[in-house]
């Protein structure tokens, strides 16, 4: 009997990797894609040696590095002794289980998660899984797509398989067309900013609408990328024509006739029309704005034609929060976040590092410079990237403008590579965490913004309007 | 893996206040280079305890009455942001055996269960008075049930709830999943094949 009730993408997925259901009341799942990096994984390999386990499906995980390697000289051995050992372990465990690694020159080393879907490695309809949170970018092309822990690190390389309850599935729709200078950052800032950091604990969200549909897939995986800082554990887009015409001719996915039949398979993997979801949120896209954050969680985001909120307005732990973030900030209450004075710009990570970030800012650029005084870094996601806007002169627009440009990595969004904050400066950062001490200082202070809005900052030395600084209309 | 299952803690609690405590402040990225996680545990918490010149910010955690605690009490939304095992690790490290909170981070709270450590929630007014009893009797001992699903605290009882697949992984021994895993190899091959991945 076929059922009657559709299913959603993250109900077939999940149903095809399912191995078994566990006495616990979890259920075992295949794991199609597993991306390692040498912060989370290095560890896993020593758990693997103490219980003498080997990785049993070595060509389903690749290799690269990005959170600490350094964007300025990359030559080897690095100058930090720790991630020169980092990167060696990493490379040695590689070679001794015999799993791929796209290490540094090797032309498709970066950040991880801008690493698999350039090389097509992400697909449709795979369960995805890397040591690092930021992994739900892969929902891009509609895979259930999740951050892990080191322990579940070495569980999938042992068993290529993870213990996991099912989640529940939310429909974000977002509807209508965007306004001009309002990217697909603001519409995930929008987003945590309206549902909460926590709003997604227990679900996957599934991006639709009209808005989502028009997104190129860089866009999508933008919106992906933060599923994550709305506490969802992962967040995906139904794959679509989009999907597929990024996909064909990609290093790692089949041609000929054999991409027709895997595209075929790919779209099959689309929420049914009458698939059911446990939650479901429209939001207008005209109500979105170039958003910024002003505080020190992602969901502590605003406009950029309001002001910072007024605690005195509010009661009890609110109250509280409001002043602990203002106070860390060293920002005003109830005062416009626009001409907040910083002091670093950063373009770049696995949420806005992509080519068309840069190609956005660069369109932009001209007859524009870096005010004086402020530092501005713009760092490719990776070494593909780099090197295809290197071919466009991508990277001599950004430096006449004042930008440097940098060799590719994680840089500045999780300072574990020499680019970090210095005491209290503030920084206009196209990442995706303002956590208290993220960029590397534990008074360093983080302004999230689109890519446009980053250049805007860095222009005006403050925080600005990109749609005034650039004239958009 | 462990013989027996994790049924009660017993340990002096501490109270690290806040809402959305986040997986950098419970240990910042800086030190996170490392190849193993043995040496995690002094960095817990690192900025919140110490100022940019390493003098003591005077936190809970190194209060006197509170050395040696082993029950964390927080808020909501506790361990949010990274999947990193840092976090938890660190804690554990530290000697944390057990975290009450509001609410967990979903990757935060899995982490802890495989290392062993659960995590509960406990309502607000609950956590208030139990604050109050870990400020004014520091000394006094905290006993996290999971068996009767309470945390008993000077002759007080505090309901808790927990995820119920982790209570049964803590309570059967088998929080650490990968040997239960394992032993699936031949139904793992399988669906590999089904998939179209081998």
Known sequence: MESPVGKNLYQKVWDGHVVQKLDSGQYQIFIGLHLIHEVTSPQAFGMLRDKGLKVAYPSRTFATVDHIIPTDDQSRPLKDDMAEQMIRVLSDATIEHGIEFFPPESGSQGIVHIVGPELGLTQPGLTVCCGDSHTSTHGAFGCIALGIGTSQVRDVLASQTLAMDPLKVRRISVEGELAVGVTAKDVTLHIIRTLGVNGGVGYAYEYAGSTISAMTMEERMTVCNMSIEGGARCGYINPDQTTIDFLRGKERVPSGADFDAAAEKWLSYASDADATFDDEVVIQANEIRPTVTWGITPGQAISIEESTPDPELVEGLEKDLINDALGYMKIPANTPIKGTKIDVAFLGSCTNGRLSDFQAVAKLLPGHKVASGIKAIAVPGSEKVDAQARALGLHEIFEAAGFEWRKPGCSMCLAMNPDKLVGDEVCASSSNRNFIGRQGSSTGRTILMSPIMVAASAIEGKVADAREVFGLK | ?198
């Open chain 2, 1 to 198: 893996m462990e013989s027996n299952g994790i049924t009660k803690i017993n340990g002096k609690g501490v109270y690290v206040a806040g809402n959305d405590i986040d997986t950098d402040r419970i240990i910042p990225a800086r030190f996170l280079k490392c190849v193993t996680f043995d040496e995690l545990g002094p960095s817990l918490f690192f900025d919140e305890r110490f100022d940019t010149e390493g003098k003591s910010k005077n936190h809970p955690l190194d209060a006197e009455a509170h050395r040696g605690a082993e029950v964390l009490m927080s808020d909501a939304n506790f361990g949010c942001g990274s999947s990193r095992e840092h976090a938890p690790q660190a804690l554990q490290k530290f000697g944390i055996k057990a975290v009450i909170a509001e609410s967990f981070a979903e990757i935060f709270q899995g982490n802890s269960t495989t290392l062993g450590i659960p995590c509960v929630v406990m309502e607000k007014p609950l956590r208030q008075m139990l604050a109050k009893i870990i400020e004014n009797e520091p000394e006094v001992d905290l006993t996290v049930d999971l068996n009767a699903m309470q945390v008993i605290c000077a002759n007080q009882i505090f309901p808790i709830t927990m995820k119920e697949s982790s209570r049964e992984a803590f309570l059967a021994a088998n929080y650490d999943p990968l040997d239960t895993l394992l032993q699936a190899n031949d139904a793992i091959k399988v669906t590999a094949q089904r998939l179209g991945y081998i």
